[in-house]
């Protein structure tokens, strides 16, 4: 699996206008191959920060995403941005879910 996380650094005034696009862009990724998630986040302390986060099945799956329009549309906003996009591209070979944390817990007692 591939994470990537996209952090966005806003020009104030154009928050809304940046809060727009994005919305704009959530249903369509969920529907492209091999999206398995994309979600957007605000920062709690900074309003003006938004984290784009999406998990793909494969690198290729990812690089046709990294290729198609709507990702141009991201690319677009650069004006709209205190600096540049900041890209973490993620591999995953392995994970876990609550089992891992109960274990944990338990080891603690």
Known sequence: ???????MNVLPEKQKEVM???LSMVESP???NG??????????EDKNVFNLISEWKTRQDLDDHIKSYRFSVLLGTK???CEPLKFQ???????????????VREKRN
């Open 1 to 7: 699996m591939i994470v990537v996380r996209i952090i």
């Open 20 to 22: 727009q696009t994005l």
């Open 30 to 32: 969920g529907k492209e």
């Open 35 to 44: 999206c398995l998630n994309y979600g957007i986040f605000c920062d709690i």
């Open 79 to 81: 004006s709209l941005l």
């Open 89 to 103: 591209i993620f591999t995953v070979s392995d994970s876990e879910g609550i089992e891992a944390v109960n274990s």
